[in-house]
C-alpha cells in the first residue's frame, strides 16, 4: 500500500467551528488532493496540490482552503463548519497527475452538527 | 458541462459469470480513463488506465475498453468471485486537467 495517511480518521465538530484535517505520504509524490464523497454525487475534488506551496482550487472549494508547506503534508481547513460540509473526506496523492494512478488515503469521516 | 454516468447504481450477477460495468460521458474528450474500486469504508484503489489510442486493456481477470466514438469505456470482470463484490469508479481525464470521477457502480457477486 502506497503510505498516505489521513488524520483524525473520525471526527464530530460544531457548525462553526474550524477545522484541519492531515494527509501524509512517504511517496515524494508530487500531486496531493482533496475530495469529498456523498452518496449521489461521488467523489469531487475541493482542491489540489502540484508543488510545494503551489496549490489550485477543485469543483468544490467554497468553504475550503488548503496549504502544503512541505512535498508530505497537505492540510485541509474548514474555516468556519457547515452542516452541508458533513462528508467523508478523501487525500490522494499521485506522481506526476494527470495519466499516472492515484493512491487514496483511508478517508476522514467528518460529521457537523 | 461534463457528464459521466456508470450504468446502474448497483448490479448483481451470479458467482462465475461476466460482469460488465459501464462508463459513458458527454461533452468531454478524455485522454485516458481509469478504473478503481472501493470497498465500504475504505478509499478507491486504482484497476487499470487505458489511454484514447487504447482499444482495449487487460489484467488479469478484467478487461477494459475504451470507444471514443461511442464515448463509453466498459469494464469486463470475467470468472467473477464473491470477493469482488465492491463499488467500481471510472475517472476520465485531460493533459492539463484534473480526473473527474464517476458516480459509481455497486457489485454485488452472489455465491
Known amino acids: 500500500d502506497a503510505g498516505i495517511t489521513q488524520s483524525p480518521r473520525h471526527k464530530v465538530t460544531e457548525t462553526g467551528t474550524p477545522v484541519t484535517l492531515r494527509c501524509h505520504q512517504t511517496?515524494?509524490?508530487?500531486?496531493m488532493y482533496w475530495y469529498r464523497q456523498d452518496p449521489g454525487h461521488g467523489l469531487r475534488l475541493i482542491h489540489y496540490?502540484?508543488?510545494?506551496?503551489?496549490?489550485d482550487k477543485g469543483e468544490v472549494s467554497d468553504g475550503y482552503s488548503v496549504s502544503r508547506s512541505k512535498t508530505e503534508d497537505f492540510l485541509l481547513t474548514l474555516e468556519s463548519a457547515t452542516s452541508s460540509q458533513t462528508s467523508v473526506y478523501f487525500c490522494?496523492?499521485?506522481?506526476?497527475?494527470?495519466?499516472?494512478?492515484?493512491?487514496f488515503g483511508q478517508g476522514t469521516r467528518l460529521t457537523v452538527v | 458541462s461534463q457528464k459521466i454516468e456508470q450504468n446502474s447504481e448497483a448490479l448483481n450477477i451470479q458467482e462465475g459469470k461476466t460482469a460488465t460495468l459501464t462508463c459513458n460521458y458527454t461533452?468531454?474528450?478524455?485522454?485516458?480513463l481509469q478504473w478503481y474500486r472501493q470497498d465500504p469504508g475504505r478509499g478507491p484503489v486504482f484497476l487499470l488506465l487505458i489511454r484514447e489510442n487504447e482499444k482495449e486493456k487487460r489484467k488479469e481477470r478484467l478487461k477494459v475498453t475504451f470507444d471514443t466514438t461511442l464515448k463509453q469505456s466498459l469494464f469486463h470482470i470475467t470468472a467473477s468471485q464473491p470477493a469482488d463484490s465492491a463499488t467500481y469508479l471510472c475517472?476520465?481525464?485531460?493533459?492539463?486537467?484534473?480526473?473527474?470521477f464517476g458516480p459509481g457502480t455497486r457489485l454485488s457477486v452472489l455465491p
Open positions: 490522494a496523492i499521485s506522481e506526476r497527475g494527470q495519466d499516472t494512478e492515484a493512491f
Open positions: 496540490s502540484y508543488g510545494v506551496k503551489d496549490t
Open positions: 511517496e515524494n509524490h508530487r500531486y
Open positions: 475517472a476520465l481525464g485531460n493533459y492539463g486537467q484534473n480526473f473527474v
Open positions: 461533452n468531454y474528450s478524455p485522454a485516458y
